[in-house]
């Protein structure tokens, strides 16, 4: 069970290749048409699976829990964000060879998590974001020029948000 849920994880993970690696916009929204949160998410990580079988022991789906960061979480906590997703509608996905496996990861998807909340992910288009875009690659240079400052944060995070997602009801 344990190989399996490492690969399933690992799965899940290649999906957001392209957000993490491009640049994502993120809205939030939660019932209305207009998003609490706007922002761009620099990072998307699946710290944690829960698959789900049939009566026969065959795999159906999995909830995942996903710690995604915006900009700017270097300052603080509010920045950085755990949700458990319990449903995915993608809409656009390209294919991407990593770590020599050919994948198919997404460009633009609708992620709804455990409180109804609606979490719209989409790779930024730098010719109809061009505001978006410039952030992005300001994003780029800041993280370049503070590489350990980052691992420390990102080690911490993680470790904190893994645990958060482990003690998940």
């Not at 999995?62 to 449903?87: C, M, N, P, R």
């Not at 198919?104 to 109804?116: E, F, V």
Request: charged share 30%.
């Amino acid at each position: 069970m344990k190989d399996f849920i490492e690969t399933e994880k690992r799965v899940i993970q290649d999906f957001f290749y392209h957000l993490n690696d491009g640049g994502c916009r993120i809205k939030v929204f939660d019932g209305s048409s207009t998003p609490f949160i706007d922002t761009i998410a620099v990072q998307f990580i699946v710290t944690r699976i829960a698959p789900h079988f049939d009566s026969k022991g065959d795999y159906l789906s999995s909830d995942f829990w996903l710690l995604w960061k915006e900009i700017g979480y270097q300052e603080g906590v509010q920045y950085a964000h755990t949700i458990k997703v319990v449903a995915c509608r993608v809409e656009d996905a390209k294919d991407a060879m990593v770590d020599s496996r050919d994948i198919r990861a997404w460009l633009s998807a609708d992620l709804t998590d455990d409180l109804g909340r609606r979490h719209r992910v989409e790779l930024i288009d730098s010719c109809a974001e061009p505001n978006q875009a410039y952030d992005w690659k300001q994003w780029l240079k800041f993280r370049d020029n503070n590489k350990d400052m980052l691992n420390q944060i990102d080690q911490k995070m993680l470790e904190e948000h893994i645990k958060q997602a482990e003690e998940w009801k």
